[in-house]
């Protein structure tokens, strides 16, 4: 097969437009592990919020090796062909180790495997049928599965930072994507104006300062789509009750049970699904398919640290012995009262939010050409008013116990003061 850039034809995406791929591209694309790719949701759970959202992990990774490539044609120290063709490859792969259901199949992965969905995106990548095509595409298959989650080492660390970085196209897309499906409006980012204004500085991928107004837009959609997308109170509902599931149906399921690529890669959406109603987590799984959702009973959100919000969010066993006793001050049964942080794993930013400046440098060109490095925060106010530290706890239990809880909880967590409520 002729290595790269033989044109094959397009897809059609309703972000992009047109996609042109190659046939090289093609001949990947159509392996079975990017194929499963259709069949996983790439929001499992917003779509009891916002009913379009059933986009998949394939669409958005066509539209990652979309943008990976733009990229990539823009930079002026990327010249040959063939590295270009590797960067849009491994855009395409970086999704391909996720679980079912994406991000909510995390924490199990990391639980029972020790593995992150990029460490099975290495393994996929190296270890299943896609590695034979990557060869006779003319690829190599650790070069690309190492790219592919920004961990290639290689001299020129912006290649990396093109698929992994505080901006790269992997969070211009899904932020794109997500606003779209979801119709939150979040997604107005111009990301073409950000690519093209940008260069490499000492190694590293970097924006000119004219695109300012971009990074902030970009900013303030990340943020805002955490809020309203990836970590709704309904959404995270549902979620919850997912994991749930998974949790106690585990010993039935047997996901975990033997180390095999090849089971791993036949789990999606679809199949999981029909194997969690078949366990003792049938009833769950009945309450989600009618919609019938734990209801958030207390809401809290901190713009200062606090030392019980930092053990909260950093020690599982500090939420159980809350949650015990807030069920034990409401009457409750304690499995039916949950703490929900972002720093789960199933949640995209799945950390305590500190709104720094994004990391990726900013320079302005002088009339010499010279690239001068600028900080973002002081150039832009509104980067800077950003600065602060956010974090949200909830407390989530049965329609029925929800009023007991949210006192309970009032009396162990304390009313939120106004500096800190955002909704409650």
């Known amino acids: 097969m002729k290595r790269t850039g033989e044109y094959w034809g397009f897809i059609k995406d309703p972000i992009f437009g047109y996609i042109r791929i190659t046939k090289q591209e093609k001949f990947i694309i159509d392996t079975g592990p990017v194929q499963r790719l259709r069949r996983i949701r790439q929001l499992a759970g917003a779509q009891y919020v916002y009913p379009a959202a059933n986009h998949t992990r394939f669409e958005h990774s066509l539209g990652t090796m979309y943008l990976a490539g733009l990229v990539a044609e823009n930079l002026p120290l990327i010249t040959e062909e063939l590295e270009r063709s590797k960067i849009r490859v ?72 093109i698929i992994r970085s505080s901006v790269d196209v992997d969070k211009m897309d899904f932020l794109l994507r997500d606003s779209y499906h979801t119709g939150a409006g979040y997604g107005t980012i111009d990301v073409f104006r950000l690519i093209y204004t940008m260069d490499v500085m000492d190694g590293n991928l970097a924006v000119d300062d004219t695109a300012l107004s971009t990074l902030e837009t ?15 109170r309904t959404t995270r509902a549902a979620q919850i009750m997912v994991l749930k599931a998974l949790e106690k149906g585990m010993g039935e399921l047997g996901l975990f049970s033997s180390d095999s ?150 009396s162990v967590l304390g009313e939120a003061p106004p500096s800190s409520l955002v909704s409650y």
């Open 218 to 232: 970009f900013l303030l959609a990340r943020l805002e789509s955490f809020r309203t997308i990836y970590f709704h």
């Open 261 to 410: 690529l090849e089971n791993y890669l036949l789990l999606d959406d679809s199949t999981l699904w029909e194997m969690l109603k078949k366990t003792g987590s049938s009833e769950l799984i009945r309450d989600l398919e009618n919609r019938r959702l734990l209801k958030c009973a207390y809401e809290k959100t901190f713009f200062f640290k606090d030392q019980l919000v930092t053990n909260i969010f950093n020690n599982e066993s500090v939420r159980v012995q809350i949650e015990e006793e807030i069920a034990g001050r409401a009457g409750v049964p304690s499995e039916d009262v949950t703490i929900d942080v972002p720093s789960l794993p199933s949640v995209p930013y799945h950390y305590a939010i500190d709104i720094e400046p994004m990391s990726i440098p900013i320079f302005h060109k002088a009339k010499s050409g010279e690239k001068i490095p600028q900080r973002l925060e002081e150039l832009s106010r509104i980067v800077d008013s950003l600065r602060v530290y956010l974090n949200i706890v909830r407390i989530y239990t049965r329609q029925e116990y929800r009023e007991k809880v949210r006192e309970a909880s009032v």
């Open 90 to 161: 491994a855009a395409l792969l970086h999704d391909v180790g996720h679980g079912p259901l994406s991000h909510l199949f995390e924490p199990l992965l990391l639980k029972y495997t020790g593995k992150s969905h990029e460490d099975m995106s290495v393994r996929v990548i190296r270890e299943s049928p896609l590695s034979q095509a990557l060869v006779e595409a003319g690829y190599d298959p650790e070069e690309i599965s190492l790219l592919a989650v920004g961990r290639s080492n290689s001299k020129k660390p912006f290649i990396d930072q």
